[in-house]
């Protein structure tokens, strides 16, 4: 039997995990072993048959070149894995992964499982949502809808604080990756302005810190230098990050490490006590740095801290003090802890899965009893009624509408040095493109100058100037008489792409404009047709 069911799945660098509404209440799926997370490991055995998670995990240390770790960072890049002398392309890897949770969920429900809602970073480009897609297909999915992680974060945040108006920060800081996204939620439509982040800011950066710092007082000790080993120094990179972890919590903690490695045949060993002080003065300049996307999304999103209402923090860095302490004094809100904070991101894309209209009907009897499923219902008219004067009521259950839109108008500067716009603050993407006509001023002008702007303002200059191209080849001709048709279009990916052509002659030119125009690329929810909508 199928399911009704849709599966929310984060497919996650490190751990997947997925989710499920059961009744009212969304919740995680444990996997076949017993646990809500499965590593987001995949090996081959002798056979060359796929073991993924947990098992593939606990085989690593006997087949460290036959097991994959983090393909999320490959997957739609156009790297493929070697094993065996066997090229893989990381969608077929992730493959794997799916098609375990999907197996688990369905010895779990006893249904076959065909609907799923995965989630993906809102920075993956076009080709790395379109590869995350085609591994769920991989994996015997055949309903499949993605959704941007943050989106999945509000949703889940919507859900447990009850849904109201306001403006929301999910401020994503993971082991590798900071993600800042500024949403509004409003009538159900939660509508994403924009995301920025740091792709080469985690986590591990404020591990490796501890590493520098703990390898300079064992140099200055003992003159030993601890990272030329490669051994030494991942050894102290997992001791660094244990510390980094016990001082959220702890005002001290001590790196202890009898066996650390050798070097020149002397063993070399740690034993340092770590303050949150010194911890917090050798990380100023990393948390420094972690702002900056912060600033950077409120700006693109034309919102001030002011506006702010809730903060969300997600991704185990933010469990740091002083990075909790850094985002409230910038934003002057408290910033909300997520309690889960690697399970929220499926249960988001749980929920949207069911309040979207990923799952779109709902059966109500005239007597009250609702139904999930058709049959059910069906069995119940039989059952309890016996009677067709029952009659049937269906509800639609798109409660959930995730939108991505034009955060500031797009348009180009007119003689008398006005702002004329082409495409509207608030547009939706998918119908993001615009076109007016322009004419020369000057009589045998022969080319014309294109200035991209960006913002409210009446006055182009007092807007933000993205680019500039001039049009060149116009025929003479007397002021007024050409017809330049100047087009302004947004592409899947988010960026502006502007031409202009002269309709009654051969000139033409164009211009992409490589900044990301948007909120983030329309994917979200694209299978349920309700982007833009
Ligand atoms: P994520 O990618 O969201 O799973 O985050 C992983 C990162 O969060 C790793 O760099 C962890 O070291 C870090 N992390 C997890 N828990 C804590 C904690 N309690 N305090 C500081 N960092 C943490």
Redesign the pocket.
Known sequence: MVSEKALGIDL????SGMALIEGDDVQMLQNNEGEPLTPSVVSFDDDGDPVVGRRAENRAPANPDRTIRTIKRHIGTGDGVEIDGESYDPAEISAEILRKLKADAESYLGEEVTRAVVTVPAYFTADQKKATRRAAELAGFDEITLLNEPTAAAIAHGYDAGLDEETLVVYDF???TLDVSVLEIADDTFTILTTSGDNHL???D??EAIVEHVADRIEGDRGIDVLAADELRANLRSLG?SA??DL??AAETELIEPLLGQVDGEIVDVEETLTRDTFESITEDLRERALAPLEQALDDADRTTRDVDTVLL????T??PAIQERVADYTGVDPELTFE??KIVAKGAALYAEKSGAVEEQYACTCGETFDAREAFQNHVDDAHGAADHAEKVEERGEITVKSIVTRSLGTRVKDGSFNVLIEKGTPITEATGTKYYTTTRDDQTIMAIDVFQGEHETARENEKLDEFTLTGIPEAPAGDPTIEVTFRIDDDGILHVTAEDIDGDAEGSLTVEQNVTGTSPDDGSDTAQVGS
């Open positions: 996650g660098t490190t751990n993971g082991g590798g985690g986590g591990t404020f591990d990050e980094k972890i959220s919590t997600v991704g185990g860095s469990r740091m904070p690697d």
